[in-house]
């Protein structure tokens, strides 16, 4: 029927998690931690789809690895986090669009480091190359001063044409993704089901561990991730709030930028901002000092990346803030508007796709939750 | 470095759960108290590591057990399972101390899981630890460092210096090195001999080789058997072990709870000469898996197979390792090594004995058989869908009954019926107080959390004196 739809590929590391989940399967024990589990118990055979789903169901909270009686040095070295995070990361590739970029997933570290310096060094190169520098260096007060440094025209074709390709590129990987692993499964697709991954998704519910959290840094439970994280996204949200108030004030009510320190997208900005410095700076924190094992070593220097990038994002941002009257001010706005362009460029070809993977499988999750329930009531009845 | 050559309050040796609930509540009774382990740091724990959770008294529903479950029928449920051996005295005292044993635990900060109505039929009489045992023993060993207690990995207690009764120093060889330990107080917590298999052949002899031990591979029994060479009076049958039907593939030590299949009663079992040996379907599997390791542990070569067909695949927990398939007996007998013609013969015969019946998986259902020895008492369904399945299966062994004498302040009793002045004990090494023979699911980490207390508290009460 689906003969043409295509699979998801056999690799080494989906055999080794195949081999895993038959030994977790048999075991059980870990079901209390997080939505993996119980979403693999409703299986009995792991078709490389399923894994990958799995996989993407994984938040990394690594309590299943300190829990286990069969991890290093037990010879049959259960490692679920690691091996999830590794195969996640091959999804990335093999589903990114177009195919051949997927290749940036193998040094990804390297990639996006490389691509936020060009990009900041071509903003600066061309901010001082095109602009009068008796404008580019002085301070530029009143409506219009940034636009005075990038033309609005400019600053709009740019941001519109990077973060475009970059949703184009995500829902074509997406796309791809659903359908090589199965679509969803075979559970019906509704609104209940859709509310609950959204819960899931905006409350990171499976880095709660039911209440008291993950093993963040060690065998210890803390939440200081979940926050964290949610510091990031959250902060992310409002930086991304405060870009269409800006728009809003500019379109609707023809108030030209820069606002007061007060007004609603400079707050949302600023607010954001800071909250995704904390996050970021946090997260990459926790990856310095947290127990290595659970971890995939060979993936560290992308996720370090994306987080550094991400705090440079928003440092420059509030730096910006703070020297918009000066006459630093517009290269400071070259930079960031620099970084903010490789960022959007980098979304699809870096650890930022999780957002998109994760949030598709815990969609897949609620489905199957629902259903079983529905199958378990029925039989009861 | 730990300074061995102090005089310590409180000795524990062993490093599962019931020596840390020893230890943290002689350490919160203000002794000095070192742990002395013999596993390295990640295979620490001992068989608690392979636990999931511990049976316990409740008078009303709580977060993590459901309904209520009181003395007498606590009671009743030890009696079957050990034939009455058992001492009352003990038992029930560990039956009531039970229901203050998940709040311990949890002061101490292992995570339960919340109850699951419905879908463990144990979760009215047993609380689950999240994660299970390791996670258990990980908030153990993190309370015991808090506490300031010193832990030894890789040390082994090699002997104790007793004195009439009274226990001085331990010799010990501290990460391949030799030492010796001056203490108060000792208590012992070093579990059973079950992965010493030399001292299983003085009873078992050659099959004793073919015998898989399920958990620790360090429960060598050289801390209860320096003891009883001591006058240290012994209690339970050296004989007898704890023993489910494992699968034959499993690793011969520390294969851990995921090893053990539960597809028994939905096939009929032969051993090596392709003769059935029991009842399969006798009584649902959470009363009879604990039988089948010494059924097997007495077939000629301690392995047997577990044959069923397509049908029954999904009746029982997935296996790690795959069974035998194929599309013909004869075939699947090939790839078990038996005899083909023999056992198309077994499996014709029972086919043609079984009754017809509506097949209800976990309760005892009318599917049985008629005119065959043994008979199949429940879940008999005719092998007939292809493919056909074959596990194989061995004996694994999860802890032997010997152990040390002890009265309820856990003192250890020496064999002229004195207790010892400064020795305790507490776990699997003296659990063959009150289970003589069988088992109840998660009583032993029971016995070990409500006598690891009590050895605790009444060592550092010595120590202080």
């Known amino acids: 029927m689906h003969a043409t739809r295509p699979a998801a590929p056999e690799t080494d590391t989906v055999a080794e998690a195949r081999r895993q989940m038959e030994i977790c399967n048999a075991c059980r024990y870990c079901e209390g931690y997080c939505a993996v589990f119980p979403a693999m118990a409703m299986r009995r055979d792991f078709t490389a789809g399923d894994l990958t789903h799995l996989a993407n169901l994984c938040h990394s909270c690594k309590g299943c690895y300190h829990a286990c009686q069969y991890a290093p040095p037990h010879p049959f070295g259960v490692n679920v986090p690691a091996t999830f995070a590794t195969l996640r990361q091959e999804g990335y590739a093999t589903y990114a669009w177009p195919a051949p970029m997927g290749r940036l997933f193998e040094r990804n570290g390297t990639a996006v480091s490389l691509l936020a310096a060009l990009f900041a060094m071509l903003a600066m190169v061309v901010a001082v190359a095109v602009q009068d520098p008796a404008v580019l260096w002085s301070s530029q007060t009143g409506p219009g001063a940034f636009y005075r440094i990038i033309p609005l025209w400019l600053m709009n074709a740019l941001a519109t044409s990077t973060l475009g390709f970059s949703v184009v590129a995500l829902a074509m990987g997406g796309w791809r993704y659903w359908q090589a692993t199965g679509r969803g499964g075979a559970a019906p697709a509704g609104v209940a089901p859709a509310r609950d991954a959204a819960v899931d998704i905006l409350t990171l519910r499976n880095l709660g561990g039911g209440g008291h959290g993950c093993n963040d840094l060690d065998d210890s439970f803390a939440q200081t991730r979940r926050w964290l994280h949610h510091a990031m996204f959250y902060g992310f949200l409002l930086c991304f709030a405060a870009t269409t108030s800006g728009a809003a004030y500019h379109h609707l009510f023809g108030w030209t930028s820069p606002h007061p320190f007060w007004s609603l997208p400079v707050q949302l900005g600023t607010w954001g901002g800071v909250l995704l410095c904390i996050g970021t700076a946090g997260l990459a924190w926790v990856k310095v000092v947290t127990d290595p094992a659970p971890v995939a070593r060979r993936l560290l220097g992308g996720e370090y990346a994306i987080l550094a990038l991400l705090f440079l994002v928003s440092a420059t941002g509030l730096l910006l803030l703070a020297v918009r009257h000066t006459g630093a001010m517009g290269l400071m706005l070259a930079l960031h508007l620099g970084l903010v362009l490789a960022f959007f460029v980098a979304i699809p070809y870096s650890k930022m796709v999780h957002g998109l993977y994760r949030s598709l499988a815990l969609l897949r999750n609620a489905r199957e939750r629902h259903a079983l329930r529905r199958a378990k009531t029925t039989q009861g009845a | ?465």
Not at chain 2, 22 to 40: C, D, K, L, S
Not at chain 2, 252 to 279: H, K, Q, T, W
């Open chain 2, 1 to 465: 470095m730990p300074d061995l050559n102090r005089l310590w309050d409180v000795l524990v040796v062993g490093g599962g759960n019931a020596a840390l609930c020893a230890a943290i509540t002689a350490a919160q009774a203000g002794a000095r108290v070192v742990v002395a382990e013999h596993a390295p740091k990640p295979m620490r724990g001992g068989n608690s590591r392979h636990t999931r959770n511990l049976r316990a008294l409740h008078p009303a529903p709580t977060d993590v057990l459901t309904d209520s479950y009181l003395e007498e029928e606590y009671w009743d449920d030890l009696l079957r399972v050990t034939g009455g051996r058992t001492d009352e005295a003990l038992a029930r005292m560990t039956i009531r101390a039970s229901q203050h044993a998940p709040g311990f635990l949890r002061d101490c900060g292992v995570v339960f899981q919340p109850s699951l109505s419905g879908t463990l039929s144990l979760s009215r009489t047993n609380a689950f630890f999240l994660g299970g045992g390791k996670a258990l023993v990980n908030a153990l060993y993190r309370t015991a460092e808090r506490l300031g207690i010193e832990i030894l990995y890789d040390t082994e207690v090699q002997h104790i210096e007793v004195q009439e009764g009274f226990a001085t120093e331990a010799v010990l060889s501290h990460r391949g090195f030799p030492a010796r330990l001056r203490f108060k107080s000792l208590v012992a917590s070093a579990g059973g001999f079950q992965a010493n298999r030399e001292w299983l052949r003085q009873y078992w002899g050659d099959a004793a080789d073919n015998f898989q031990i399920r958990g620790t591979p360090y429960a060598q029994g050289r801390v209860l058997r320096n003891l009883l060479d001591q006058g240290v009076q012994e209690v339970g049958d050296p004989t007898q072990f704890h023993a489910v039907a494992n699968d034959a593939r499993a690793p011969m030590e520390d294969g851990g709870l995921a090893m053990r299949l539960d597809c028994v009663p939905y096939s009929i079992v032969v051993n090596r000469d392709v003769e059935r040996f029991y009842d399969e379907g006798e009584d649902v599997w959470p009363k009879r898996y604990a039988i089948w390791g010494r059924l097997i542990a007495q077939q000629p070569g301690q392995v047997a197979w577990a044959v069923s067909d397509a049908q029954a695949i999904h009746d029982y927990l997935p296996s790690v390792f795959p069974p035998h398939r194929a599309d013909s007996i004869a075939d699947l007998a090939g790839l078990c090594g038996l005899d083909p013609a023999k056992l198309e013969r077994v499996v014709a015969g029972y086919n043609a004995a079984v009754r017809p019946g509506t097949f209800r998986g976990g309760v005892l259902d009318d599917c049985r058989t008629e005119g065959l020895a043994p008979p199949k008492s429940h879940w008999a369904r005719r092998i007939e869908r292809p493919p056909f399945h074959a596990h194989p299966l061995r004996p694994g062994i999860t802890f032997t009954f010997l152990g040390v004498k002890v009265n309820e302040r856990a003192r250890v009793i020496m064999a002229d019926g004195r207790p010892s002045a400064n020795m305790f004990a507490s776990g699997e090494i003296m659990a063959g107080n009150i289970l003589g023979q069988g088992y109840l699911a998660g009583f032993g980490m029971t016995i070990g959390t409500v006598f690891g207390r009590i050895a605790g508290e009444e060592a550092a009460r010595h120590a202080r004196n």
